[in-house]
């Protein structure tokens, strides 16, 4: 009975929505356009408000002259041929190579067992565990900048890059965690049970078996932490000696005012970053296609 | 029994190195920043004590109150904007884009940006907005100003817009995540019984997408609200931000009980609205899924 009703409440629904598609072909038509106008501008907008800055942060960093206005006065190479002649440039670049390669280590050597722990284990204050390592992503970088640099000190710790190498672990360690968790929840715990039946130790079976299934979220991971790493500056900003890094660096050049030649050093980041998302999407992709 | 000890070894083993490294670098220093947030200021030095006074300060100088409050604003409006530019994005890109390659390719256009120098982004602004910058120029050629105008730059509006460019990334992708999880029958369904775009939309869609806006405003709002670079960059003498008052207490004013304390409260406001932000969602994900 009462399907019956649902059902013809539901028939003269249709059939009203028939009538009113029938009646509303014009106003509908009329509906479309409206909304693909509005999509098409709202799409248009938001890549030329992504996009129009990058444009113009590369365009000036071939002008020939000093000042940032617009048009450019003319073409020139100027601001790179300075860039290279630029000792304390260099060596920030170095040092955030440095910085950069080691935290990424760290953070792989402690970010691929916690993600295994997360996932596979269950011990006591499990938790707490998961929410401590995770906090630094939406905990602001300054938080962690300056609770170890308080920590440092009272252990009578001289800031050096290497504080600021822990400092980028501690605060990167989270997107290793998040990237290679996520991609060990999908994969089937069968092939380890396999594999352990079959004999395999512990050690033979995640280095057998875990590992290469989980190599490419390793890897992507492993780029993103280098370049978060590389472009960091509220830890390094309270965990840094005498020595800048690369972004250190451009902010105390930028303290004293604007140059173009930070602009060139912008056009080359932007094409190193291009480089790293390349290697990020080729290398990530998965392409044993067998597994499913 | 021997499984049981060497699974419990290897687990040990496994955790080990992460239990440590959690509890040195963010256990212990956490506690410590707690601990020193009642510290008093001697000069020249700190000296261990439990009192209230760095917190009291907080409350009683109305600066303090005032930045706060502000760093909240600029927050909430940081996320709001990058809302209503990502929703229709993200909804452009989910329901409108056929191709799934021009679909990767316009999402990976928002993500894209975010490899690229944080601080190089926020400083391009300062060149587009200031006095000499294109925006000016553009403007005076164009016949729309006679002169170039210096209200672009060094104030809040500044900022918000520094911020959004900064911080849309992570408002795209969780709507986008959202969307991309409603199952399409549901939209046809609400279509096939006569409901129009707009209504199934607000009826339909937008509701199944709620659990992405509300991560996609907390990742924009915790990250715009420590943030303390682009306020130094592009805001103005009333563009002072939380983190910026931190960031001083550690440097030239010296105090660092009293920028433990900020940073102790700056922590348990993003802590509350983490936890918040995780109950809407589970909220959100028990009532329509």
């Known amino acids: 009975m009462t399907m019956r009703v649902a059902t013809d409440a539901m028939e003269s629904r249709i059939g009203r929505a028939a009538a009113h598609r029938r009646r509303g072909a014009a106003a509908r038509r009329a509906e479309t356009w409206a909304s693909n106008a509005f999509f098409y501008g709202m799409v248009g907008l938001v890549l030329a408000f992504l996009y129009i800055p990058i444009a113009v942060l590369i365009a000036f960093s071939f002008n020939s002259s000093r000042s940032l206005s617009w048009p450019m006065t003319g073409v020139s190479l100027e601001w790179y041929e300075r860039l290279i002649a630029n000792e304390d440039l260099l060596e920030a670049l170095w040092n955030s190579l440095y910085v950069a390669a080691f935290a990424t280590a760290l953070t792989l050597v402690i970010g691929i067992p916690a ?13 707490l565990f998961r929410k401590l390592v995770l906090l630094p992503i939406a905990l602001p970088g300054i938080i962690t900048g300056i609770s170890m640099l308080i920590m440092f000190r009272m252990i009578g710790f001289n800031l050096s890059l290497e504080t600021v190498i822990l400092g980028h672990a501690t605060a990167l360690v989270s997107v290793v965690v998040t990237q290679v968790f996520a991609r060990l929840q999908r994969l089937p715990r069968s092939y380890e049970e396999a594999s352990a039946d079959l004999g395999a130790s512990g050690l033979q079976t995640f280095f057998l078996v875990t590992l290469p ?53 912008g056009a080359l980041i932007v094409v190193f970053s291009i480089v790293m998302i390349t290697l990020a999407v080729v290398l990530t992709r998965d392409k044993s296609g067998r597994r499913g | 029994m021997r499984l049981a000890t060497r699974s419990r070894l290897s687990s040990g083993g496994v955790l080990s190195l992460p239990l440590v490294w959690t509890f040195l670098f963010l256990f212990v220093p956490y506690g ?3 601990i020193y947030s009642f510290w008093e200021k001697k000069f020249p030095t700190f000296v261990p004590a439990f009192q209230f006074g760095n917190y009291l300060e907080l409350i009683v100088d109305p600066q303090y109150v005032r930045v706060l409050l502000r760093t909240i604003k600029i927050a909430g409006l940081v996320s709001l904007l990058s809302l209503l530019l990502a929703y229709p994005y993200a909804y452009f890109l989910v329901h409108k884009v056929t191709r799934p390659g021009v679909r990767l390719v316009l999402y990976m256009a928002v993500v894209l940006p975010l490899w690229v120098s944080y601080l190089l982004r926020a400083y391009t602004w300062k060149t587009i907005l200031g006095t000499q910058g294109v925006l000016n120029s553009f403007l005076v050629s164009t016949g729309i100003l006679s002169e170039p105008s210096s209200v672009f730059l060094y104030n809040q509006t500044a900022m918000v817009v520094t911020l959004t460019y900064v911080f849309i990334p992570f408002m795209v992708m969780p709507i986008y995540a959202a969307l991309e999880k409603i199952p399409r029958n549901l939209t046809e369904a609400s279509r096939d019984l006569g409901m129009s775009a707009l209504q199934t939309f607000v009826r339909v869609t937008l ?10 405003f907390t990742m924009t709002f915790c990250l715009s609200f420590g943030d303390f670079i ?9 563009g002072m931000m939380i983190a910026n008052v931190i960031a001083t207490q550690f440097g030239a004013a010296l105090n660092w009980p009293l920028g433990s304390a900020l940073a102790l409260v700056m922590l348990v406001i993003v802590l509350t609205i983490i936890t918040l932000s995780d109950r809407l969602q589970g909220v959100g994900k028990g009532k329509y899924a």
């Open chain 2, 230 to 238: 682009a306020p130094f960059l592009v805001g103005g003498p009333d």
């Open chain 1, 115 to 127: 993600a295994l722990a997360l996932d596979r284990f269950e011990f006591p204050g499990k938790s």
């Open chain 1, 213 to 265: 299934n989980i190599r490419t979220a390793i890897i992507g991971a492993a780029l993103l932490s280098f370049t978060l790493s590389f472009d960091e500056i509220p830890v390094t900003f309270f965990l840094t000696g005498r020595d800048n890094t690369l972004p250190m660096y451009i902010w105390s050049t930028l303290r004293r005012g604007l140059t173009p030649e930070i602009n060139a050093v």
């Open chain 2, 32 to 34: 410590i920043l707690f």
């Open chain 2, 207 to 216: 509701p199944l997408s709620m659990p992405g806006v509300i991560a996609g």
